[in-house]
Each structure stands twice: as C-alpha cells, then as structure tokens.
C-alpha cells in the first residue's frame, strides 16, 4: 500500500491512531486533512501513552513527514503546547513538521463563540468539545476567517483581525452579554504565534503534489468518524468538516488518483461521544461494561463514550461512502469473555424492516436495531500477535464484519500497544 487513507468508519474513537502509528512504518509522509483539536489520537510505545490533537500521528516514525493540510483548523497555543511536550518527551518535532499556509487559525473569539453557542442550546446541545472548531469553518465558509499564512504578514493580519473582530466583538457584547476580546492584545498574541510557528508554515499543496510525482508513500489520517461528516453524517450532531474520503482531496489539494487503498478502521463495538441517535447505544450494565473494559473515556475531553453493539448498517453506509478496500479493526480484545455477541445488522423504522441508513435524523430516532447473534470465545485474545493464535470465534466474528463490509482484514488490534497487532495481509 503506497499511498493509502486510514478513515474511522463510525463516530469516531476508533482507534485510528494506532493503526495510522503502526503502517507509517514505511511511509514518507503522515498527511492529516481535516479538522483539528477536537480529535484525540491515542498511541502507546512501550506502555507509554501519547495522546495527539493535531499533530498527525507519524510523528514517532523516524523520517516520516507529517503534513497539517488546508483542510484544518489549528489552534496556534494547542499546537505550539504539544509540539513542546513531545519535544520533552524525546520526540524529535522539526523539519518533519509542515503546516500549510491555508489552514485556518482557531482563534480565542471562535473558542469562546462555541461555548456560548452550545449554552444557549440547552437541551438541544450538539455535545461540541468547545474548541472552536464549529465557528472557525463558519468563518471559513463566511470568508473572513484568518489562515495560518496570514499570521507572517503584519499588514495583512492587522487589516483582517481589525475587521473581523468589530464583528465578533459585537456579537459577543451585545447577543451574549459578555466581554469582547482587545484589538491590540489579540494582535500581538497572533504575531508572536507566527513568529514561533514561522519554520513549519508553508504552500503544503505544493510539497504533496511533488512528492506523490516523485512516488513518495503516503498515508491520510482521518480525524473524527464517517458518521460525523457535515454532509454525510448525523447532522446536526456531527463535526464541521469532513472525515470521508473526499475531504482528503479538498483538504489537501491531492487528485483522486493519489490515493491507492482506503482502509476503514473499525471498533469491534459502537461508540460515540456528545448527543446525538445512537441505534445500538446499550444505557444498562452491558454498556457500562464496555466503557469501563475499553476505557472508553474521550481522549480530547474526558467526557464517557456511550458504547453498543456493532453496526453494520452504519459500516456498510460507511463503506460505500469511503469505498473502503481493507478493515482494520481495533479494541477486540475488549470483547474477550462474552458468551454470544450481538451485531447489528438492520433497522426496525415505523414497522418496516430495512438495511439502509437512513438519512434524516426524524427517521433515525426512530430506528430500533435487528441483531442476528454470533458465539463469543473463552480464550483471551488481548495481546495476541499471530493470527493463528486468534480463536476460531473471533476469527469467525472479524470475517463476518469483512463479508458485510466487503473488504478485506489488513489488520486486528488485540491492545493498546504499537506490537499488540495481527496483521492479516
């Protein structure tokens, strides 16, 4: 696989940081194009856990490039904290480091904004992480947001912040009630973000079509989940960008023929964090054992998952969306122990039986999940390396999800750590 996408084909938190650390092994470039800190990537090395929000997640892979596409949003002091804390950490964070000059720049108004915005929902609150990331693609979309190349010209910066801040000035003092943000103060803090950021920002659209002429390796790193695409999924619970495959192009300024294999990183159960219909979400005991067993906690916010059954209804959406040609799935250890195990494999909506997602959210409240029941296996697969060792149970269980999906298993995560992985192909 030359140059493949790795893209959660749920709500996200599948485990696409482990899986993007393990096949950058033997990739040239790390490209990540889309959303920003409100992703958490989770790797583990030796037991030591690292937890990423916008650096993709090559940075451990010595000579990979890790590229920060057009397509994100960047917060500058999130940014600039975690390339300190892996740099004290030993990681290496230089010239393997590249931010394109038209991404846009999370500002403090826009973090504010999101909070405010999810207050005053109430009841109907999205579930957001709060950082910014709903009102800087608003901007975006509105066209007077800033982009990171703004923040090495003076001139330019000064001329658009002094503009969009009378705006959101506004806005924040006389909808909200609250205090506004000082022109000079914000100036400053953004002049000094691009002073320190100055060496990794550049025209990444222009290094990505170089390297894919010259046949460099690529791997794409999705944040967020399929089921949290602005067009495609849940909406309105969903993220502001898009995690699908489509959002590689945009997000990258890449054509479709870059990309060789897509690979659809699949939990071994469902989860989602933040409000929104969940067909399969189990709120009893069996439920609060999945959370407790996968530690599913989110890795941006802390927040509980809601965890369930599997849903092959909303892969085999998934899978059509992103044409996904391999699977890797993750946390089956967590299944470990289950006398039979439930998956999803059709929806119940006013009576009538279908295997379609349905794209209206009315419909999909509605939704109650058929399961069909598969038999669970008594030996532990956690840690497990080669695929003969894996149960005849488990084996039965990943190659049905692979039947469903249509897709072949590339690989199996048995743990949290970077070598607790079978590779099937």
Request: net charge negative.
């Amino acid at each position: 696989m030359k140059r493949v996408a790795v893209i959660g084909s749920q709500w996200g938190d599948e485990g696409k940081g482990k899986v993007v650390d393990f096949l950058a092994d033997d990739k040239d470039i790390v490209a990540r194009y889309s959303g920003g800190p409100n992703a958490g990537h989770t790797i583990v090395i030796n037991d030591k856990q690292f937890i990423l929000h916008l650096i993709p997640s090559g940075i451990f892979r010595e000579g990979t490039v890790c590229v920060m596409g057009n397509g994100m949003a960047v917060d500058p002091e999130s940014l600039l904290a975690e390339i300190e804390g892996l740099k004290k950490e030993g990681v290496y964070v230089g010239d393997n480091l590249l931010i394109s000059e038209s991404a846009h720049v999370i500002m403090p108004y826009n973090k504010l904004l999101d909070s405010l915005n999810e207050k005053i929902k109430g009841q109907k609150q999205i579930g957001t992480t709060r950082k910014g990331i709903g009102p800087t693609y608003a901007d975006k979309a509105s066209r007077v947001g800033l982009r990171m190349g703004d923040l090495l010209r003076e001139d330019v910066l000064r001329e658009k912040l002094e503009f969009i801040l009378k705006i959101k000035n506004l806005l924040i003092r006389e909808f909200f009630g609250e205090e506004g943000f000082d022109f000079d103060e914000l100036f400053e803090k953004a002049l000094l973000w691009g002073e320190r950021l100055k060496p990794y920002i550049t025209n990444t659209t222009s290094y990505m079509k170089k390297a894919v002429k010259e046949g460099k390796s690529v791997l794409y790193e999705g944040a967020q989940g399929t089921m949290l695409d602005i067009d495609h999924g849940t909406y309105p619970y969903v993220t502001s960008s898009n995690p699908t495959i489509g959002g590689i192009m945009t997000g990258l300024g890449v054509p479709p023929s870059a990309v060789d294999d897509v690979v659809a990183v699949v939990k071994a159960y469902t989860t989602r964090v933040g409000g929104g219909a969940f067909p399969t979400e189990d709120r009893g005991e069996f439920g609060e054992m999945l959370r407790e067993k996968g530690g599913e906690y989110g890795a941006t916010t802390g927040r509980p998952r809601r965890c369930g059954w599997l849903d092959l209804v909303v892969l085999k959406y998934a899978s059509w969306l992103n044409g996904f040609s391999k699977i890797a799935i993750t946390k089956l250890d967590v299944l470990d122990g289950f006398e039979k195990i439930k998956v999803c494999v059709a929806y119940e909506i006013d009576g009538e039986r279908t295997d379609e997602f349905p794209l209206h959210y009315t419909q999909l409240l509605k939704a109650k999940p058929v399961y069909v029941e598969l038999p669970g296996w008594k030996k532990p697969v956690k840690g497990i390396r080669k695929r003969e060792e894996l149960p005849k149970e488990a084996l039965e269980y990943v190659n049905y999800i692979a039947e469903n999906m249509e897709a072949e298993i590339l690989l199996v995560s048995t743990g949290a750590n970077r070598d607790h992985t079978v590779m099937f192909c």
